[in-house]
């Protein structure tokens, strides 16, 4: 059983309403830590110490069955965003070749804009998502290959 998200949503609330920087909480042998590095950067993170944690709360990538692909995966329940403002160009594009740490799309969650950057470095193959699609947690937002 993960932690609910409701209690983490809780936690992310109290972290912005006050001057800490980091929330760490521990159930059993589930954990999690939330912390800015500044007013408008909001970091999730499971300690990888941590056994049985079925949802890493942090920017996922995995494997898919296409050979050489990797995948982004939302790190959150929010709405997906392929650009900084509707008068912007997207992030990134299908064809487009990309570095790890580059911003490729945004997931608002709670009226909060969560930047999602790449784990990988390739080319764009496919974005899954349609701009302004609510996603899932760990849902397939865009595969590299």
Same mark, same amino acid.
């Given at each position: 059983?993960?932690?609910?998200? +409701?209690? #983490?949503?809780?936690?992310? @609330?109290? =972290? ?6 980091? #929330? @760490?909480?521990?159930?059993?042998? @589930? &954990?999690?830590?939330?912390? +800015?590095?500044?007013s408008?950067?909001?970091?999730? @993170?499971?300690? &990888?110490?941590?056994? !049985? ?12 069955s296409?050979? !050489?692909s990797?995948?982004? %995966?939302s790190? #959150? ?5 392929? +650009?900084?403002?509707p ?21 608002? &969650?709670?009226?909060?804009? !969560? ?8 080319k764009i193959v496919? #974005? ?12 397939? =937002?865009? %595969?590299?290959?």
């Amino acid at each position: 059983m993960s932690m609910d998200i +409701r209690k #983490i949503k809780k936690l992310i @609330e109290m =972290l912005q309403e006050s001057d800490l920087t980091e #929330i @760490e909480v521990t159930e059993g042998e @589930e &954990a999690v830590r939330i912390s +800015r590095k500044s007013s408008n950067d909001v970091v999730i @993170e499971t300690p &990888a110490s941590v056994k !049985n944690v079925e949802a890493k709360v942090a920017t996922d990538a995995k494997k898919t069955s296409i050979s !050489n692909s990797k995948t982004i %995966t939302s790190p #959150i329940v929010g709405t997906f965003y392929r +650009r900084p403002a509707p008068d912007k160009d997207p992030y990134v594009k299908v064809g487009d070749v990309i570095d790890a740490g580059q911003i490729v799309c945004i997931v608002e &969650a709670m009226k909060m804009m !969560n930047e999602i950057k790449s784990e990988f470095s390739g080319k764009i193959v496919s #974005i899954e998502v349609e701009d302004g699609e609510p996603v899932q947690f760990s849902q397939d =937002l865009i %595969t590299l290959e």
